[in-house]
């Protein structure tokens, strides 16, 4: 089934046992991501976009690397995926910060990976942008809190590496809407500025009064993470089940998926988690394939498609999923682990593009 969805631009075949779930455009995978990655074809992916965990000093339930070995375990993703991703495609990654143990000194692990990807591996990077969250919670607790010395850590490095120089992109699909100082000035540009030579060398021409659709954003991204009623963290309450604790807002991969891909384009996150990005593809009709390794996570991730449908249903499904059965969640069927026939697991319409 899998591979008949893929075959206008290429096909696909993953182990049943690797398969989760599918949607009409993706499918959610449990697995490691570097066998993925090696399994698939040479330039085949237009965006791989992931938050892999971080190299933090207090070991989280989801499986973060030591800040020691950090820079070469993430470096072998690195590797992998650069074989993958076309001449045109991007690699977005986001990092947070971290200190050093027991001193209020920033640790250099994320430049570290960013010096190794680009110098040994032979990424470019394309633009560093920044994910400020001004809903971030001041940490961390001995240096901020506590000792007062230093301010709260509200920004993650996000690198947007690329395997040629000239990357696909296209900056009018994510502008944003003037400000309310730049709408003044538009409305009367003469009354602001006079068009000339300037000693900066920066010059100001009569074009830059004109308006356009909207405003060029910059690289700080300004996305405030404050998840805490959707639909994925009360299907995981109502099913008794541990939601992912580090999950980042839709709008991080929505801004890089329109800027740097095409529709029917193939996505890819190497760390999938709750399956933000895969769930952001569909909506916006990119192909996508997700990868996890905690099989638990990758199955709860499903419920980000089941929005339309009743507690019940999504009940039974998850219980399939957890079974090892695998679900087309756009039929609502269960393909069962073998060649059994499908069944129905739950009535919904779905929405096809």
Not at 106 to 134: H, K, M, T
Not at 298 to 314: E, H, Y
Request: charge should be positive; include cysteine; hydrophobic fraction near 40%.
């Amino acid at each position: 089934m899998w591979a008949r969805k893929l075959e206008t631009r290429m096909a696909l075949e993953f182990a049943r046992d690797l398969q989760v779930y599918e949607t009409r455009r993706g499918v959610q995978l449990c697995a490691d991501s570097k066998a993925v990655l090696r399994a698939l074809p040479a330039d085949s992916v237009d965006l791989i976009i992931t938050s892999p965990p971080f190299a933090l000093l207090r070991q989280k339930s989801y499986g973060n690397e030591a800040q020691s070995e950090y820079v070469a375990w993430l470096g072998e993703f690195g590797e992998a995926a650069f074989r993958v991703l076309k001449p045109t495609g991007s690699f977005v990654l986001d990092l947070g910060g971290a200190y050093e143990r027991g001193r209020p000194v920033r640790s250099l692990y994320n430049f570290r990976v960013l010096l190794d990807w680009c110098d040994r591996i032979g990424y470019r990077l394309a633009e560093e942008f920044f994910w400020y969250n001004p809903a971030k919670l001041p940490s961390p607790i001995e240096w901020v809190n506590k000792r007062k010395l230093r301010v709260k850590d509200a920004v993650n490095t996000v690198w947007w590496f690329s395997k040629t120089d000239h990357p696909k992109a296209d900056v009018t699909k994510v502008l944003v809407p003037y400000s309310e100082r730049m709408e003044t000035l538009l409305k009367d540009p003469g009354k602001f500025y006079t068009p000339k030579e300037r000693p900066s060398g920066h010059d100001i021409a009569k074009a830059f009064g004109k308006r356009n659709a909207g405003a060029i954003p910059s690289n700080l991204l300004q996305i405030p993470n404050t998840d805490s009623n959707s639909h994925y963290l009360r299907t995981c309450k109502m099913l008794g089940r541990e939601s992912h604790p580090a999950r980042y807002p839709g709008d991080l991969p929505r801004f890089f998926i329109n800027f740097l891909t095409d529709p029917d384009d193939l996505v890819m996150d190497t760390f999938s988690g709750s399956n933000t990005t895969g769930r952001v593809a569909e909506e916006t009709g990119r192909r996508w394939i997700s990868v996890e390794s905690d099989r638990q996570f990758a199955v709860l991730s499903a419920v980000r498609f089941m929005t339309a449908w009743d507690d019940r249903s999504i009940s039974t499904a998850v219980n399939d999923l957890e079974s090892g059965r695998v679900i087309d969640l756009d039929a609502g069927l269960s393909l069962g682990p073998t060649s059994e026939a499908p069944r129905p697991v739950g009535s919904v319409q779905h929405q096809l593009f």
